[in-house]
């Protein structure tokens, strides 16, 4: 008879920690909540995007790769050694920039064309021309980007490159104002 209350006895006891637990827990759940599936996407799951902000990678990247291309034409081909720089730049800053662009396209679930076709190198003149009459384009298009896209990490990229954009947009009109001269 001892055994059996001394069992029923501890039974009570577990039953009573186990409720006054679950109550605990059912509180601090109340006051703490935590986060649920729904608050915090799993990996591997993309994020919708809105038209705008789907439209903006696109353009980016198509953009992005030409800058590449044309930079390289400009380091291989161009007479002035500052044209030359000037396209070794783009293609070290824009491969950088498309590298971050296309992972957050593939997260998004985005798919880029993977290279533009590109035009016959002409003068340097022409391609400083070109490069500040795009890059001028492509940072109104970045800092709106920056300032009104809906998603986070785009807005945030976009903000970055704007900096990059602007300093090639300097360097590519002090070269020009030298060859005007």
Do not use: C
Not at 88 to 105: G, P, Q, R
Not at 108 to 118: I, W
Not at 128 to 141: G, R, T, W
């Amino acid at each position: 008879m001892k055994n059996t209350l001394t069992l029923v006895s501890r039974a009570l006891v577990v039953a009573i920690a186990v409720s006054t637990i679950g109550a605990a827990t059912a509180q601090a759940t109340v006051l703490f909540p935590r986060k649920t599936d729904a608050a915090v996407p799993a990996a591997g799951k993309t994020s919708a995007l809105s038209a705008a902000d789907k439209k903006f990678i696109m353009a980016a990247a198509k953009g992005g790769m030409m800058e590449v291309e044309m930079g390289q034409m400009a380091s291989e081909k161009a007479q002035s050694p500052e044209v030359k720089k000037i396209g070794k730049m783009m293609v070290t800053d824009h491969t950088t920039a498309n590298s971050e662009l296309m992972a957050i396209a593939k997260a998004r679930g985005v798919a880029l064309n993977e290279k533009p076709a590109m035009g016959a190198w002409k003068s340097d003149k022409e391609y400083l021309a070109m490069m500040a009459k795009d890059h001028q384009k492509d940072l109104a298009e970045f800092q709106n980007e920056a300032q009104n896209g809906n998603d986070p990490e785009l807005k945030k990229f976009a903000s970055k490159t704007s900096a990059v954009i602007q300093r090639h947009l300097e360097r590519v009109k002090g070269v020009q104002g030298k060859m005007k001269s």
